[in-house]
Every structure is written in C-alpha cells, then in structure tokens.
C-alpha cells in the first residue's frame, strides 16, 4: 500500500508563490509516474502538472504552463509542485497521485481522472 501525503498549501497573494510537497511512503516510489491535480470548488478535478518515474520527463496543462514546476526527488521519496505567479483562478485544493509503472508515462495517462494512488490534498488559496 502507498500512502501519499501533501504539504505546503496556505494563503497567497496573486504573483505570489508556493511549493507543494507530497511525501510517499513505500519502496518503490523511483518507479512511480507522479502527477499533481486540483478542484476548484463547484468544478471538476483538473490535471495540473505529470512527472515520469526518473524525473526526466513532464506534462503541464496550459494553465499553469511557464508558471509552475513539477520535479522528483527519488532519494527523498518525494515529488514537488514550485508554484509560481499565482492568480486566483489558481485556487483549489491540490491532490497528489501516483501510478505504477505498468500504467506507463503518456498525455492521455496525465489526462485521466484514474490514478492508482492519491492523497488527501492541500489547499491553496490565491486572493486577490
């Protein structure tokens, strides 16, 4: 069993910035694809940002394009989220996922709702 745990959401003023952090337990976090998603309220869950098990290779919604960063750090068996300028539109609470390796590392993959492990979540709140 995974469990996976975020921290570092909070309060922020637009152009502000934050970095998540979702810690896992397990010893076979180096061979998981990690993704960051969020809901805003009243909305459905939205990919965010998707990282291939090395950290070498990234997916990023439009949205949050040139402004966040997803990265891995396979010896501390956690995965990143550097958010930066944030708008309010940002708001939401954000969810760390994983998949094991044999769901593979593609566009459509980071687009599914279906992950095999999540979070709880963190929420972060941009005013404005």
């Known amino acids: 069993q995974v469990q996976l745990v975020e921290s570092g959401g909070g309060l922020v003023q637009a152009g502000g910035s934050l970095r998540l952090s979702c810690t896992t337990s397990?010893?076979?976090?180096?061979?998981?694809?990690m993704g960051w998603f969020r809901q805003a309220p009243g909305k459905d869950r939205e990919s965010v940002a998707f990282?291939?098990?090395?950290?070498?290779?990234?997916y990023y919604a439009d949205s949050v394009k040139g402004r966040f960063t997803i990265s891995k750090d396979n010896a501390k068996n956690t995965v990143y989220l550097q958010l930066n300028g944030l708008k309010p539109e940002d708001t939401a609470v954000y969810y760390c996922?994983?998949?094991?390796?044999?769901?593979?590392?593609?566009?459509?993959?980071?687009?599914?709702?279906?992950?095999?492990?999540w979070g709880h979540g963190t929420q972060v709140t941009v005013s404005s």
């Open positions: 996922a994983a998949d094991a390796p044999s769901k593979g590392f593609t566009w459509s993959r980071f687009q599914s709702p279906d992950h095999d492990y």
């Open positions: 397990g010893r076979t976090f180096i061979s998981y694809t």
């Open positions: 990282i291939n098990r090395n950290g070498i290779s990234t």
